[in-house]
């Protein structure tokens, strides 16, 4: 078990990276506490799997250094780090049985044949797979075959953290709520540093302790499930968490009041009143605003509505933006002249795409 | 759902072109051998009934026996250095780039030589008066000459179809590393495995399919080799590189003892046969496994 941390961590896939586009991770610096379970979360390509492979050891950084528990790991490679890594497609040695399999890192390693038996029968019996342990792995279900991957990683007493790589994308839906509760048990019960890596939100939000959320190979924030929720601190964190995810109006601002399409909305929060900068926005999730029953509001144009078993979205053109509402599946929608109310207090502001801070 | 066939019998005629070509290029000629088989004849183009006194003859010649214990001995050899050889240079060939194409390119020069070719370089490369190879073993003061001794002409015969045909076993398996997705090695890694242990574990379960092809093309070829023995010693010297297709050619061409040459080729053909069979059954047991995802 270990804190990981690096230090202006960059990795580059050419051979002469040049521009930061050249890059895939720009100057990361990250401290992950020991014992803690991360979630790496970002769309396709924002450099995720690399920060992965780099804290494995399956990569080399093309600048900076990583520490396990202070000590430079930079230069060693995965065998030495003592890391277990779930990959995206489950990997099972197909020639042996599920025994042999969680058997293997250990055997790799010079254990001896009784102290092997007796791991091996402890994770099986946390995954549940203690029946299937003479069976052949080649003829496993996928979702067996990923918790014959995981138990590989588990098997080991040593490992300094567990870094899941997109671990449920083949496994079927009902099959995949259940090792995601699995996975987060194992994490109370071991306590085990846990990174999981995922495009999904539900995965990352129900799984870690602190979320990261990675664009263009950059961290934009790192928080609590619940403080990504309420106050991104960028604007891509509010599109990319919550479904669907923040709306964003342009508007002006007076130093209490945000006003957006000739409406002043106040804002009751300490702004300072020397923020200066023209691109202002409003954003507010979905939850946060209503269609107003008393003609106040902002207006907007009805698009089209979404229904689900307990919320209703309904999809607005407003102050020259696209607009959603979330309401209880239950709450009708008005039949015309549609106007929006949002949420004062839930409402926050954002120049140049980053949310302004408030005077403590 | 199940279509029988009873209620499509035109749906043979669909297969009937096939069922000529078969007949004409296998099955007919083959039966013309089989007619020989079975007949002998004193000239005049009169032939009589001899039922399988043929067969019994060539099972119980000891020439034949002598043949088939060359061509045993000369498979197995072959086998034996050409799988593994062809295998460690497929592991050790580069996985991509201009250098890889390179190599491939080299490895594949010799499988587009036509076999008397290969056996005129070979028999030139070994003479001991003009060629590389002869002269200049003898010239370390090695007595090397293919022509007078067996043990040479052997040597000699075998580095040739080493020459000749690793490529074939070596592009094999190199497809079949192409084959093994990458995160298995990254696994492998981050499980601790030894350079050996994802040899065993990772990669041979993958060139499983392919060794047993090169396994078969090269058993089949190499036990039906004729041309370049025959360019290099002519089956000599007296008969110690006479293999079984060599001799089989003797006895029909050289001797024109139809009968006898007919019978020996049947069984020479159901050796092949029946050894394909036996390695592609026992090497397929238990191999209905599904194919891994991704």
Redesign the interface.
């Known amino acids: 078990m270990a804190q990981i941390e690096t230090r202006a961590l960059s990795h580059s896939y050419l051979p002469d990276p040049d521009y930061p586009a050249d890059f895939a991770l720009k100057e990361l610096d990250l401290n992950l506490l020991d014992g803690h379970a991360y979630a790496l979360l970002g769309p396709s390509g924002c450099g995720k799997s690399t920060l992965l492979g780099i804290i494995s050891g399956l990569l080399r950084p093309t600048q900076g250094e990583i520490l396990f528990d202070g000590q430079d790991v930079t230069h060693l490679n995965a065998r030495q780090r003592h890391v277990a890594e779930v990959f995206q497609f489950p990997v099972v040695y197909e020639t042996m049985s599920v025994f042999d399999n969680l058997a293997f890192p250990l055997k790799n390693r010079g254990f001896g044949r009784e102290a092997i038996a007796k791991r091996v029968a402890e994770v099986a019996e946390l995954l549940d797979l203690s029946e299937q342990l003479p069976r052949k792995s080649a003829t496993l279900s996928a979702g067996a075959r990923q918790l014959v991957s995981l138990g590989r990683g588990l098997v080991r007493t040593d490992v300094n953290a567990i870094l899941f790589d997109e671990p449920l994308t083949v496994i079927d839906p009902q099959e995949k709520w259940r090792l995601r509760t699995r996975l987060k048990q194992l994490h109370r019960q071991s306590g085990l540093t846990m990174i999981y890596v995922t495009h999904d939100q539900t995965e990352a939000l129900t799984f870690a302790d602190t979320v990261m959320v990675m664009h263009e190979g950059r961290i934009l924030q790192s928080g609590s499930p619940s403080e990504l929720f309420e106050r991104p601190k960028h604007k891509f964190v509010g599109k990319f968490i919550g479904s669907p995810g923040m709306n964003f109006l342009h508007c002006q601002f007076d130093g209490n009041a945000a006003i957006v399409d000739g409406q002043s909305i106040p804002l009751q929060r300490p702004y300072g009143t020397d923020i200066d900068g023209s691109s202002f926005e409003l954003g507010f999730r979905p939850e946060y605003c209503e269609f107003s029953r008393d003609g106040s509001g902002i207006a907007a144009q009805l698009i089209d509505v979404d229904c689900t078993s307990r919320r209703k979205i309904a999809y607005l053109n407003a102050a020259g933006a696209k607009v959603c509402v979330s309401l209880p599946a239950d709450q009708e929608i008005p039949a015309d002249n549609h106007r929006i109310r949002i949420d004062p207090q839930r409402a926050l502001l954002y120049a140049a795409e980053i949310l302004v801070a408030e005077r403590p | 759902m199940s279509l029988r066939k009873r209620d499509y019998p035109k749906a043979w005629l669909l297969v009937l072109p096939v069922v000529l070509i078969v007949a004409f290029n296998a099955v007919i000629p083959l039966m013309t051998v089989v007619n020989y088989s079975v007949q002998d004849t004193f000239g005049n183009n009169q032939f009589f009934w001899v039922g399988l006194e043929w067969f019994e003859e060539v099972l119980h010649s000891e020439r034949f026996g002598n043949a088939l214990g060359r061509q045993l001995l000369f498979t197995g050899l072959v086998l034996a250095i050409e799988i593994p050889l062809g295998l460690m240079i497929a592991l050790g060939l580069p996985k991509s780039g201009w250098r890889a194409s390179a190599y491939m390119m080299l490895l594949a020069l010799p499988l587009l030589i036509p076999w008397n070719v290969v056996g005129t370089i070979w028999q030139i490369f070994g003479r001991i008066d003009i060629g590389l190879a002869g002269a200049a073993i003898n010239a370390v003061g090695i007595d090397y000459n293919y022509t007078q001794n067996a043990f040479d002409a052997w040597i000699t015969v075998i580095a040739m179809d080493v020459w000749h045909w690793t490529s074939l076993v070596a592009l094999l398996c190199y497809s079949g590393l192409k084959s093994v ?1 990458e ?2 090695y ?2 492998a ?6 350079r050996w ?1 994802i040899f065993r ?2 990669q041979l ?1 993958r060139l499983r399919q392919v060794l047993i092809i090169a396994f078969l093309l090269r058993f089949m070829d190499s036990f039906m080799i004729y041309t370049e023995p025959f360019v290099i010693t002519g089956g000599g010297p007296g008969n110690a590189t006479t293999f079984l297709s060599i001799d089989l050619v003797k006895l029909a061409l050289g001797q024109f003892d139809l009968g006898h040459a007919a019978a020996m080729s049947l069984i020479y053909f159901l050796i092949v046969l029946l050894v394909c069979w036996l390695f592609y059954t026992i090497m397929s047991v238990g191999d209905s ?2 194919e ?3």
């Open positions: 997705p995160v298995y990254q696994a890694a981050i499980d601790g495995a030894s242990a574990f990772v379960p496994r599904p891994p995802r991704q």
